[in-house]
Every structure is written in C-alpha cells, then in structure tokens.
C-alpha cells in the first residue's frame, strides 16, 4: 500500500519523537528557570504599564474582565497572607507603619501614652518602653532609682551575684578612687563610724581601724564585701536611704546587673502607685524617640486586637487630606490609605494587610510563592496574572478606578490599583530575562534608558569574546567528531554544549545588564532583579498621583 509505513520508517519516528521528549525533559531539569521563562509567554502581545496619561473624558466603563480577574487575584492572595502566611504580612505591616513620618512630636507621645493607659496589653507595653530606657538613656532611670534607693535592699538580699557584682570595686591604689557600690560602701562607713564601722567583716585575724584605712584605702580589698553588705541590709538600714549610696545609682549602670528586676520594680511604681517622675521619664522619651524606633520595637508585641487598636489611634491623628509624596517609598502610601477607614477591626484588618502587601512588599510575596508548600496557590495565582497582563490593550481601562480613588468609598479601587501593579511585577519577575526584552518593554512603554556606563564595555567585550568562543567550539567539535564512537545518543551532547552556552551568554546579559532610567531621573542603575519591583511601584505612584493631583483637584 502506498500509505503504509515500512518498519524502517516507523522505527525512525520512533525515535525521533523519542529524542524529542527525551531533549525537552532534560532541557527542563537542567535550566527550569528558562523553561519557566518560555513557558509563561503565551501572547506575542508586550505587557502595558500604563504610565501614558489617559483620556480622562474616556467614559467606556469598567473594564469587567480586568476587575474581575483582579478580584480573583485578590481573593487568592488574601487566603495566602491572611491564613497560611498572616505572621509575615504583620510583621511586613508593622515593619512599614514604622516609615510614617508625619506625626508631630506631640502627637506621636500622645499616640503611645494613650495605648500606655488603656490597652490591655498596657503592661507589656510599658516593659518594652522601660527596656528601651534603660540601655539607651539609663541615666534617666538612674535618676528614679536615686529617690527610691530603699526599694533596693531587697534587690542584694540573699543575691551573692549581686552584692559581689556591685560593692567589689574597691581600687588597689591610691591613684584611683573605689566605685559603684564600694564607693558608697567606703564613705557611708566613714562619716557614720560610729555606727556602722564594727558591721565591717574583714577576712584577717584582727580588723581595720578608721585611721589606719584612712591612710591606707587599699586595705579595703581585705573587706569580706558579701559579709558586710549582709550586715548592713540586717542592722544599719540608714545605709540604703543614705545620699552616698543614692549617689553610686545616678548613672543607672545598677539596671544592667538585672534588667528584669528594675522593670517589673518600675512598672510597679507607674501602675500602682502612678509615681509622677517615671510617667515624665517615659513621655519624654516617647517625645524624643523617633516614630520608626518605636514601631519597630512596640508593634510587634501588640495581638491583633491591640494592633487594630493603636492603627485605630493613628488613623485619628494622619491628616485625612494627606496626599501622595513624589518619592520612591511606596510605605507613605500608608498615610494616604488609612484615614481612608472607617475603622478598623477583624475584618478591615485583613483589607489592610492585603493591601500594604500588594503595595509595599510586592518582592516578598514573589518570593513568598517560591516556597514548596505554596506551589499550588503559585499555580492558580501565575494563571490570573497572565490573564491579566494579556488582556486586549486598552490606555483608558484603568480611568474608572483611578478616578474613584478620591471618592469616600476610594479603598477599593486603591486596592484593584495596588493588585494590577503586584500583577505587573510577577508577570515581569517570571517573564523577562535577556536585556532586549526589558529594552523592548522600555520602548514599548515611553521609559526613557540608558546603559549605565562600566556595562556597555562589558557588552564590547562579550561580542569579542563570543567571536573567539564561536572559533573555539568550531575546532573542538571537529575534533570531536574524528575521536567519538557513533552511539545513537552522542548527537545529543553537541546539542547540549550549544545549550549550555547560550544559555550562560543570556545568563550573563541578564546578571550584568543594568539601566538608568527616565523613571527616577535617571539616578539610580537598575538590573534585571530590581526592575520589576522599581517599575511595578513607579506605576502604582504614577496612578496614585494622577489619582489626587490630578483628576482629584479637578473633581473638587
């Protein structure tokens, strides 16, 4: 028969479909990341930024298949951090409340003090705050401990590792004077000898007289100090209230010998007895410490009640008409977002969440979807942000939402904004690796470039080198071919070297390919790794302030 296949012939398709399977298997072990990269482009379409100013008398609509692909982003992302990953999206809240930089002085204390005197995590507060004090202004607390040095006599009673820590610097030499507790130790005995001198133990056979360790201050090294300190707490307790030794605790370096005690010591003197000089301590310090310090250290001991409370708090003292700052941190978009709230509780708290995330820490829920356990939600999200990025091109599309980001109702919208950016920067962090496809997308998108200088002479050099590398595989091919045993597979190992090697050319285009651009003034050289970050938070800004300089001052 005429369409009948011989059994050479089949044998032969056999195996070229074989090799067919068997080279793209390998392919995909040995370079996942290029396949990833093959496979993610199913349109021939380039992705739009939308960074050219639209028509704002456009009045098309909705586009409904991008908001609904969007609100199925959205849905996706907010089972990840709210569920699986909510520790991180917290800490990534906390972390990002911190760059808030608007709050006057006065505000940011009463902020803190408010949460000071009513939360139910008051105490926990307040130990993190009194901490924060004693390593980096003890002399403030010193000052608290010298009016209350009574309240230490239970601190050294029946604590050798104290008494020995603070009452041993007695100096060898005249040259230098006793410290610390020695200090108060030695001139307490002497201006009240008379009461005090025979509770001295001294390790010798016989004593010390006044005199003659007058003369001889060295003599005090002879003191049996855990002995004597036991007969001052039990028979001289004048000691204790005594200026001399108040005096040793001024420079509060008493706190370090246990940070915990003093703590709790102090936190009973605020709660309990609401002693006034503590209170002044601690505005004080709430004054002067940076907005950022404090957020950093306090926030995270907050439950998520208590944190909605205090975002509760500060969304009452941000300006309600704060708008956009031209500068690259996307993290005061916060201050712009908040007062948008009618409050916050269990549930606004996941909005805000979802929405620092796609804003502020688009990087790290890329990498977040690297993780083994989320490789199904990584399959379903990678789907919806090809869809979206492969819609039909439309420049007007995003008008509706960014017009309605100055209305009261406006946080939606912002947040439909903050996922189409997060779905601009994974499509671009899987999708784009050799320098022409990211040229290809600046021209495309109106993003002015240059090379940075030190990577056009390496670009040179490459083309010279790869001349030289094309010579050089042509001869050992040759070579190969006179030396090699004719196996069925051998044909494929040549192909595998030509693999390797443009493969490791585009690897190192994608490493050392670095651009300035028009987007920040040409100020700072960006690779391939940060581009999508940069570009898909310049979009969103870019939005944002269309959103409230532009159509917002029009619309009032």
Known sequence: MINQKSKSELGLEAQNTF???????????????????????????????????????????????????????????????????RSEARLWLCKDVSGISSLSRRQKCELFSTLLRTSSQKRDLAAQILQMIFEKQPKRAGSILAKKSGMLEDFFRGNTRRILLWFSNFSGTSDTEHRKGAKALSQFAFMNR????????????????????ATKPHYFLDLDVEQTVENFLENVPEFWSSHEFADTLKDGDILFLDMKFFVNMFLRLMYKEDMDGIWKIVHEFLTEESFSSLCSHLLITLNENELCVFLDLLKNVLDPNTKPKDSGDTRHYLEVILP?????????????????????????????????????EKTQIKDIVQKICT?????????????????????????????????????????????????????????????????????????????????????????RKKRRRTTRN????????????????????????????????????????DLPEHLSKHCFSTWMKWAFYRWGDSAS
Not at 28 to 36: G, N, Q, T, V
Not at 357 to 366: A, D, E, H, Y
Request: hydrophobic fraction near 35%.
């Open 490 to 529: 051998d044909g494929y190992d040549d192909d595998f070297v030509d693999f390797d090697f443009e493969y490791n050319r585009m690897d190192f285009q994608s490493k050392d390919s670095c651009w300035l651009l028009s987007t920040d003034g040409y100020s700072t050289s960006w690779s391939s790794a």
């Open 194 to 213: 008379d009461i005090c001198w025979d509770e001295l133990e001294w390790k010798g056979k016989h004593g010390q007289s006044p005199a003659m360790v």
């Open 19 to 85: 090799t067919v399977h068997h080279l793209r298997r390998r392919y995909a072990l040995r370079f996942p990341i290029l396949f990833s990269r093959i496979i993610w482009h199913t349109s021939d379409k380039m992705v739009h930024l939308f960074l050219s100013e639209p028509d704002w008398d456009w009045d098309g609509g909705d586009d409904q298949q991008r908001v609904s692909l969007l609100n199925d982003l959205e849905s996706m992302i907010r089972m990840l951090i709210t569920s699986q990953s």
């Open 340 to 376: 948008r709230f009618n409050g916050l509780d269990s549930n606004s708290i996941d909005e805000f969440l979802l929405l620092n995330t796609v804003i502020n820490r688009g990087r790290q829920l890329v990498q977040l979807l690297q993780e083994d356990e989320h490789q199904e």
């Open 391 to 479: 819609l039909p091109e439309n420049p007007n599309c995003l008008v509706p939402l960014i017009k309605r980001c100055f209305t009261k109702k406006g946080i939606n919208s912002i947040k439909l904004l903050g996922l189409q950016s997060w779905a601009l920067h994974y499509f671009m962090s899987e999708g784009y690796r050799a320098s022409e496809e990211w040229e290809s997308l600046f021209n495309r998108n109106g993003v002015r470039f240059r090379h940075a200088g030190k990577h056009e002479l390496l670009h040179d050099k490459m083309l010279t080198d790869e001349s030289d590398s094309d010579s050089r595989r042509k001869k050992k091919r040759k070579h």
